[in-house]
């Protein structure tokens, strides 16, 4: 395993490959601690680093890129039902939940969410209240109403 810090236009990110897929894309952020992995560089970091700056200018709408997340199978039917969602649309906690067949798991949905750890690339981002309010995102919210933002076509240089 591999890890490289990639600038994008929401923060340093860090991406983490094992050679085959992605396995992290972390946000610099104080609450969850940044890869320990050693420094260095793969084609399947070169290629996250090309398609999360075509993301980030407004050229890429879905990402094609191998990734390898670890987590529990409920999590992972949580973080495979994160990448059906459409670029530029959003869905509710209680509509995930429904999504993977277990409409009562909205809490647990939401914690899943929470452990997604290929940000961005697996959208949790897209996930939002009921209410349409932009509750917790491990990056931020503020972070998250960027990457919102973005999708629907409004520029990240504020």
Known sequence: MISAIHESPVGKLTLTSNGAAITAIEFDNPRHPLSTQPRGEDKIIDAARRQLDQYFAGKRCEFDLPLATQ????????????QTIPYGATRSYGQQAAAIGKP??????GLANGRNPISIVIPCHR?????????????GVERKKLLLDLEQGQSLIR
């Open 71 to 82: 987590g529990t199978a409920f999590q992972q039917s949580v973080w495979a039902a994160l």
């Open 104 to 109: 009562a798991a909205v809490r647990a949905v």
């Open 127 to 139: 996930v939002i209240g009921a209410n349409g309010s932009l509750t917790g995102y491990g990056g």
